[in-house]
C-alpha cells in the first residue's frame, strides 16, 4: 500500500436521506486504513460556525443533486467557509438507475463547478470532482426504486468510490465529473430555474395524512427547520429544501406528496389566473417586452396563489372526505409509486 499524502481529512457534508453521508464513510474507511485521521461536520444550517482548517488536511464537500446544483443551503455553507490552500474533493451524489447491471448515470449540471468557482476563488485547490450514482430519493417526481436493484447501486458505487478514494488519498487527482460536462451545460437553465423558482413550488407539495401521529420526527429532524406545526399538523414552509429526510423517515408512511393538488393547481387554477393577467395586460395597452420579465410576473402570480391554496388545503384536510381524496390522488400513497428511501448500512448489502 502506498504511503497516503495527507495526515488529515476533514469531510463537510449535507445530506437528507444518508447517500452523501454514506460516500464520506466510505472513504473515510479508506483513510482509517493507511491511518489517516478524519473529522466529519455533518451541515444543518448554511452559517454555522467554522473553524479553518489544518493547512494539511484534505477537506471533502459532499451534497445531493437538487435540480442539477446543489441545494441552497450547500451554496451557503461554502459561501461562508474561510479562506484557505487546502486540497478539497467535491462530490455530488445523483440520480443512479440500473438497465440490467448498467448504471445510468445522473445528471450534475452546475453543482460541482459553481462549487469548485466557490472554492478556488477562496484559494483552495480542486483535486477532484467525482459525481456517484446512488439511488434518487425524489419520490415526488419520479417511481421509487425496489431494493434489488438499491443493494446493486450500493454494491457498484461503493466499490467506485473505494477505488478514486484510494488514489485521492495517495495524491492523485481525479475529475471525473468533466466527462459529463456537455451535458451538464445543456441542462444548467434549468438548475437556474429550479434554485430561483422550482425548489419554492416543490416545497409546497408535501402534506401529512390521517396517519400522522404527530410524533414530531420530521420537524424535529428537518435539517433546514422548514417544518411548522399549525393546527397540529405538520406544515412545509416555502424554506424547504425537498431533501426528502421527513419521507423517508417518518415511521407511519403518512407524509406524501400531493399530486392531485398540485395538478388541479397548475392545470386549472394558474392557467386561468395566466389568461386572466394577460388579458387585464392587454385592456391596459401596457407591453411587457422582457421575457424575463414576464417570468417574473408569472412566477410571483404563481407562488403567492399557491401559497395561499395551499394554506387552505392545508385546514381543509380537516375533513375527512377531503383527506381521503388528497391521498388517493397521490401517487406516493401507491406501493407501485412511493417506495420510500434511506440509503442502506453496509451490513444490509454485502
Known sequence: MEKAQYKSIQFHFFTGTGNSGKVCEWIAATAK???IETASYKITEPFMPIESPPQDALIVFASPTHGFNYPPIMVKYLLNFPKGKNHIALINTRAGMLIGNFVTPGLSGIALYLAAFILWLKGYKVRAMYPVDLPSNWISIHPGL??????????INKARVNKMSEKLLNGDSNYRALFD????ILISPISLLYYLMGRFLLAKTFYASANCTNCGLCYKKCPVQAIKLINNRPFWTIHCE???RCMGNCPENAIETSHGFTFAFFYLIYATLIVWFYTLIDMTGIQIQYYWLKMGLEFTIGI?????????M???MLNKWVQKLMVYTSLTHFNFWGRRYKALKD????
Open 33 to 35: 486504513e493507511k491511518g
Open 146 to 155: 425496489n431494493m434489488s436493484t438499491i443493494k446493486k447501486l450500493h454494491i
Open 181 to 184: 460536462v456537455v451535458q451538464d
Open 242 to 244: 425537498s431533501c426528502m
Open 304 to 312: 403567492t396563489f399557491f401559497s395561499v391554496a395551499y394554506y387552505a
Open 314 to 316: 392545508h385546514y381543509l
Open 347 to 350: 451490513k444490509d448489502f454485502e
